[in-house]
C-alpha cells in the first residue's frame, strides 16, 4: 500500500496543480513563519520555505509523503511577496512593468523513515518574466478583475495575469503557478511514486 500523501498547503491554486496528478492526497495548512531572514536571497528563502513546511508536518504524519512548496518572487534583487491588498499590489505591479522578474518556486518532499529519522529532497524551479509596459489604468484594471491579493507578484498567471507578460522563459508550466510539477513527479518517483501508475 502506497504511503498517504499530504500537500503542506491551503492554496487552491496548489491543490488544483496537485489534482492534475490523479493521485490521492489531503491538504494541511503548515504552521510555519514566512518572513525572510536577515540578507536572505529571494531563491534561499524559496527553498528554505518549502523545506520548513514539509517538515512541520511530518512528526504529524509519520506514514506520510509530505510536500511543502513555497514561491518567491525576485525584482532586482529585492523579494517580492504575497501583496496582501490592492494599494500594495498595484505599486508591486507598477514597479514590475517592463522589467525582469524571477520567480523561484521551490519544493521539498518529506518522509520519516522507519528508524525515525526525516528524510527529504528539495529543488527551485525559476521562471523568469518579462512585464509589458503596463498603464496605471491597466493595472487598475486588471486587478479589479482578478484580485491576486496572494498571489507572489500579485498576477495569477492561470487567469487574465498572462496578459501582463511579454514573455516566460521556463522548464515548467505548472512552476509560476506555484508548484512545479516536472520536479514534483521526480521527486515524488524517489519516494516510490511513479506517474502516471
Do not use: W
Not at 540578507?39 to 506514514?63: S, T, Y
Not at 518522509?111 to 527529504?120: A, D, L, M, Y
Not at 512585464?131 to 489604468?137: I, M
Request: with cysteine; hydrophobic share 40%.
Amino acid at each position: 500500500m502506497a504511503a498517504p500523501l499530504v500537500l503542506a498547503s491551503s492554496s487552491p491554486y496548489k491543490k488544483m496543480l496537485l489534482e492534475r496528478l490523479r493521485i490521492p492526497f489531503t491538504c494541511v495548512s503548515p504552521n510555519t513563519d514566512e518572513q525572510s531572514k536577515l540578507n536572505e536571497k529571494p531563491e534561499a528563502l524559496a527553498l528554505r520555505l518549502a523545506q520548513e513546511k514539509a517538515m512541520a508536518l511530518a512528526d504529524a504524519n509519520p506514514n506520510a509523503i509530505i510536500i511543502g512548496s513555497d514561491q518567491v518572487g525576485e525584482l532586482n534583487g529585492k523579494i517580492l511577496g504575497k501583496p496582501g491588498n490592492f494599494d500594495q499590489a498595484f505599486r508591486q505591479l507598477s514597479a514590475q512593468s517592463g522589467e525582469t522578474v524571477y520567480f523561484h518556486s521551490a519544493i521539498s518532499v518529506a518522509r520519516i523513515q522507519k528508524n525515525g529519522e526525516i528524510t527529504h529532497k528539495t529543488t527551485v524551479n525559476t521562471t523568469t518574466v518579462d512585464f509589458k509596459q503596463l498603464s496605471s489604468l491597466q493595472i487598475e484594471n486588471y486587478l479589479k478583475q482578478d484580485q491576486p491579493y496572494n498571489c507572489a507578484g500579485s498576477f495569477k498567471s492561470e487567469g487574465l495575469g498572462i496578459s501582463l507578460f511579454s514573455s516566460i522563459n521556463t522548464n515548467d508550466p505548472s512552476s509560476l503557478v506555484g508548484l512545479p510539477l516536472i520536479d514534483l513527479c521526480k521527486l515524488l518517483a524517489m519516494h516510490g511514486i511513479n506517474i502516471p501508475k
